[in-house]
């Protein structure tokens, strides 16, 4: 028996939330150090600090994963906005595209997480950009690429009928999201542990939010069957 989309979808994303709580835990309580910025201590010493001492601080990096973070930010005001004109063109929201109500209930999953992690405070910036010391676990830069790009890519995917379109979409998305990570990480603004623990987060929301769609298309094709195999049973009698 062929095993659900929908099933895979809640094994992997289950997994990945069980891999990202064990290495946050291990972040927060494993060879904690105090080698951050006005003695801040840091989880996995060792590591971070080999991987901060070879990157270093790059402004530049910084300044453009900062810009390019706007830009994933404003490709989620444009599914919003779609949300609203679909809403208001057909006067219920039942009728509004799926992917678009899943979409707006994942991205208030992604802010809640960002503000707990905010006021939970695993480990600070290697580096002090303000005031005073910032939270830097998980990296949020990380998690929103990861996050709005993948879920992006997968409305892109089931909504554009066009394949240049569909795969020029997906491409940039995918893009965007690997330059600012690995550009996160190069600009020496976070600690590894930073990126790796938004990587394991950001797999175990956009695989949830892939389970969610697959899930209702599982129960739409049931419902679609059912009508008819009762027509098949009536026409047998």
């Keep these: 028996m062929k095993t659900k989309k929908s099933k895979i ?14 290495f946050t835990l291990i972040v927060k309580f494993a060879d904690v150090e105090p080698i951050g910025p006005e003695g801040t201590s840091v989880g996995l010493a060792a590591l971070n600090k080999a991987a901060s001492d070879a990157l270093g601080f790059n402004r530049t990096l910084y300044d453009v994963t900062d810009w390019l973070g706007v830009v994933v930010l404003a490709a989620a005001v444009a599914f919003a906005v779609i949300g609203v004109v679909q809403l208001i063109r057909r006067k219920s929201l039942k ?38 010391p910032e939270a830097s676990y998980p990296s949020s830069h990380t998690v929103l690429a990861v996050c709005i790009c993948g879920s992006a890519i997968v409305v892109a995917h089931r909504k554009l009928n066009s394949r240049p379109w569909r795969i020029a979409a997906e491409a940039a998305f995918a893009a965007l999201a690997v330059v600012i990570v690995v550009g996160r990480l190069l600009s020496g603004a976070h600690w590894l542990t930073d990126i790796i623990g ?40």
């Design 9 to 22: 979808s809640v094994i992997v994303s289950s997994a990945c939330a069980v891999l990202f709580v064990a």
């Design 95 to 132: 009728k509004v595209d799926f992917e678009i109500l899943a979409l707006g209930v994942f991205y208030i999953v992604v802010a809640a997480f960002y503000v707990f992690f905010e006021l939970a405070i695993v480990n600070y910036r290697p580096v002090i950009l303000g005031a005073a």
């Design 198 to 237: 938004g990587l394991l987060m950001s797999a175990a929301l956009v695989s949830g939010y892939i389970a969610a769609l697959a899930i209702r298309d599982e129960r739409a094709d049931e419902r679609s069957a059912k009508p008819e195999e009762a027509s098949g049973a009536s026409s047998a009698e």
